[in-house]
Structure formats: C-alpha cells, structure tokens
C-alpha cells in the first residue's frame, strides 16, 4: 500500500511540474509577442465607405506592414476602428498579416461594418509573431 501511495505521489509532483512548465512557456511566448511590436510597421493604409455594397454598405479599409527585422514573421494583427464627429468608437475591426520575410512588406485588405456617422479612422499594429 505504501508503494502504491509513493508511486501516486511520483505521479502527482510530475503532472504538477508539467503544468508548471507549460504555463512558463505561455508567458514566455506571449512576452515575445508583446515585445515585438516595433519590430513591424505600417507603411501605408487607407480606408473608404462603400454605401452600395450589399444592403448596409460596408468599410473597406487596406494596410500595408513592414517587417523591420531579419526575422521572418508568421503573422502580424493589426486592429481598425472608426470614431464619430464626437470621436467616440463606431466600430472596431481586425485583420492578420501573414508570412512577411524579413525587410519586406505584405499588403492586406479587409472590411468593417458601416454606420453612416464615421468621421475618422484609426489604425494601429497589436501583435507581432516571428516564425520559430
């Protein structure tokens, strides 16, 4: 009986130190990304309001980002919001960018919900992966 509980015990403290390391992998990971953010840029975008598309219409906004290191990146997330004349939030939007090499860019289009008081647009870059 005491073999039993010693082996279940064994089993225990591994299950244990396995979650442990899983969970500092995560934080590593997700530290990356975090700090990857200048890493990538936007060169250009752009966004305009198609009143005709479908039965609401439709925002059609497009980006471009660079990649500004030597690594190959496997995605970027950029994020797209619009703010009325008051410049509170309308709608919010995202896209991913993927496989750009390094010292290169990759252009992407995409599409927001149209509520007809947009004034302006904002746009901004949320994540940055790198190819492992």
Same mark, same amino acid.
């Not at 990759?106 to 599409?111: A, I, Q």
């Given at each position: 009986?005491?073999? %039993?509980?010693?082996? !279940?015990?064994?089993?225990? !403290?591994? =299950?244990? !130190?396995?979650?442990? #390391?899983? #969970?500092?992998?995560? $934080? +590593? $990971?997700?530290?990356? *990304?975090? @700090? +990857?953010?200048?890493?990538?840029?936007?060169?250009?975008?752009?966004?305009?309001?198609?009143?005709?598309? #479908?039965?609401? #219409? =439709?925002?059609?906004?497009? &980006?471009? &980002?660079?990649? +500004?290191? @030597?690594?190959?990146?496997?995605? &970027?997330? *950029?994020?797209?919001?619009?703010?009325?004349?008051?410049?509170?939030? &309308?709608?919010?939007?995202?896209?991913?960018?993927?496989? %750009?090499?390094?010292?290169?860019?990759?252009?992407?289009?995409?599409?927001?919900?149209?509520?007809?008081?947009?004034?302006?647009?904002?746009?901004? %870059?949320?994540? *940055?992966?790198?190819?492992?």
């Amino acid at each position: 009986m005491k073999k %039993i509980k010693k082996h !279940l015990l064994s089993i225990l !403290l591994l =299950v244990i !130190l396995c979650f442990l #390391g899983i #969970g500092s992998y995560e $934080e +590593n $990971e997700s530290n990356s *990304v975090t @700090n +990857n953010l200048n890493s990538a840029s936007i060169s250009d975008w752009n966004w305009s309001k198609d009143y005709d598309f #479908g039965t609401k #219409g =439709v925002i059609k906004w497009n &980006v471009e &980002v660079s990649n +500004n290191s @030597n690594k190959y990146i496997e995605y &970027v997330t *950029v994020e797209f919001a619009t703010y009325d004349k008051d410049n509170r939030l &309308v709608s919010s939007n995202f896209t991913f960018i993927k496989a %750009i090499p390094p010292h290169n860019s990759r252009t992407e289009s995409s599409y927001a919900d149209l509520y007809r008081t947009e004034k302006d647009a904002k746009i901004k %870059i949320t994540k *940055v992966k790198f190819s492992e």
